[in-house]
């Protein structure tokens, strides 16, 4: 072969080679990321994970795939984003429940805490301290006051065993001291609907769940758990103005975490990305119709925000002996 045909084919199989590696490269870029929710499509969860990911895409520049995992408590998802690589193309938005899963599952596979990488938290929402509209009281401490002087239990509807609703209303027992049937449901909707037909004295829920029902006097708000009054209700007082600290401050969040060792500068650039979602009037509006508010911060803030809750809740379901289901 010729001195100059054989550079010639060196040539070209560099090329080649150079073109092969370029596309893995760009295909490696290009490859989507997973946006991981242990929950079914369709509700509060889901909503906010569709919201923020085209923002986290923006920001990423690459594609967010919302993938629903629903099961086990939202489990199911958050092993998966536990044993994924720690590249930040795999990550999980989690709500308040996470950090209280090792003490609801001892034999969990992963831990809550030190599998995870806080990216930053996204919103939060109050309870709605909702009772039957018949009630003769107009604000809980009223009614904990008509419960004791009359001596009958209050009973209280729970979406579920060791819900943040049901941990919550056993503070309350603890604190003020009454006694409080509470009722287990298969969700919000069901007790919410036992609490207005008159079965079950009151319940905690959401302002998007159980708004309409108050206002059409289907159901009889008793107080909201936000730190303060909520514009669409401003005389319901919160429960701090009641002196019902365990429920002072309290309710629904969600935040996003990626796996444990993932790199500082990716998880600094999707915090970036999340922060820069959160401010945009279109993320703000759909949060607020349900009954959302942003929140954000530094992933120092979502790290606080979980230890915090570790230090409370574990200990209150290990003594009281709670599991799911039972």
């Given at each position: 072969m010729r001195r100059d045909m054989f550079l010639g084919a060196i040539l070209k199989m560099g090329l080649a080679t150079l073109v092969t590696f370029g596309s893995v490269a760009a295909s490696a870029q290009t490859k989507a990321s997973r946006l991981l929710v242990g929950n079914q499509p369709g509700g509060a969860t889901d909503?906010?994970?569709?919201?923020?990911?085209?923002?986290?895409?923006?920001?990423?520049?690459?594609?967010?795939?919302?993938?629903?995992?629903?099961?086990?408590?939202?489990?199911?998802?958050?092993?998966?984003?536990?044993?994924?690589?720690?590249?930040?193309?795999?990550?999980?938005?989690?709500?308040?429940?996470?950090?209280?899963?090792?003490?609801?599952?001892?034999?969990?596979?992963?831990?809550?805490?030190?599998?995870?990488?806080?990216?930053?938290?996204?919103?939060?929402?109050?309870?709605?301290?909702?009772?039957?509209?018949?009630?003769?009281?107009?604000?809980?401490?009223?009614?904990?006051?008509?419960?004791?002087?009359?001596?009958?239990?209050?009973?209280?509807?729970?979406?579920?065993?060791?819900?943040?609703?049901?941990?919550?209303?056993?503070?309350?027992?603890?604190?003020?001291?009454?006694?409080?049937?509470?009722?287990?449901?298969?969700?919000?909707?069901?007790?919410?609907?036992?609490?207005?037909?008159?079965?079950?004295?009151?319940?905690?829920?959401?302002?998007?769940?159980?708004?309409?029902?108050?206002?059409?006097?289907?159901a009889k708000l008793l107080g909201v758990t936000s730190n303060a009054r909520l514009p669409e209700f401003p005389t319901a007082p919160t429960a701090s103005e009641q002196g019902l600290k365990s429920l002072a401050n309290s309710g629904v969040w969600l935040g996003l975490l990626a796996p444990a060792k993932t790199p500082k500068p990716v998880i600094d650039k999707l915090n970036q990305a999340l922060t820069e979602g959160l401010r945009s009037p279109e993320v703000t509006q759909e949060l607020a119709k349900i009954g959302m508010t942003p929140m954000g911060g530094s992933p120092e803030d979502l790290d606080k925000k979980m230890k915090e809750e570790q230090a409370i809740w574990p200990p209150l379901i290990r003594e009281l002996n709670l599991a799911p289901g039972g």
């Amino acid at each position: 072969m010729r001195r100059d045909m054989f550079l010639g084919a060196i040539l070209k199989m560099g090329l080649a080679t150079l073109v092969t590696f370029g596309s893995v490269a760009a295909s490696a870029q290009t490859k989507a990321s997973r946006l991981l929710v242990g929950n079914q499509p369709g509700g509060a969860t889901d909503i906010v994970a569709r919201l923020i990911a085209p923002k986290l895409a923006a920001g990423m520049g690459q594609t967010f795939i919302v993938e629903n995992r629903a099961g086990a408590s939202g489990n199911i998802a958050a092993e998966a984003v536990a044993r994924a690589a720690p590249d930040g193309q795999t990550i999980l938005l989690m709500f308040n429940s996470h950090p209280m899963t090792s003490a609801l599952f001892p034999k969990l596979s992963f831990d809550p805490i030190k599998d995870f990488t806080s990216i930053g938290l996204i919103s939060e929402s109050p309870y709605l301290i909702v009772a039957r509209p018949d009630i003769g009281a107009d604000t809980f401490k009223s009614l904990i006051e008509q419960s004791k002087k009359s001596g009958k239990p209050l009973s209280m509807g729970s979406p579920g065993p060791a819900t943040p609703q049901h941990l919550l209303m056993e503070r309350i027992k603890k604190e003020e001291g009454i006694d409080v049937q509470v009722v287990h449901f298969k969700g919000t909707a069901p007790a919410l609907t036992d609490v207005m037909g008159g079965h079950v004295d009151l319940t905690l829920v959401t302002p998007s769940a159980a708004a309409a029902f108050v206002k059409a006097g289907k159901a009889k708000l008793l107080g909201v758990t936000s730190n303060a009054r909520l514009p669409e209700f401003p005389t319901a007082p919160t429960a701090s103005e009641q002196g019902l600290k365990s429920l002072a401050n309290s309710g629904v969040w969600l935040g996003l975490l990626a796996p444990a060792k993932t790199p500082k500068p990716v998880i600094d650039k999707l915090n970036q990305a999340l922060t820069e979602g959160l401010r945009s009037p279109e993320v703000t509006q759909e949060l607020a119709k349900i009954g959302m508010t942003p929140m954000g911060g530094s992933p120092e803030d979502l790290d606080k925000k979980m230890k915090e809750e570790q230090a409370i809740w574990p200990p209150l379901i290990r003594e009281l002996n709670l599991a799911p289901g039972g």
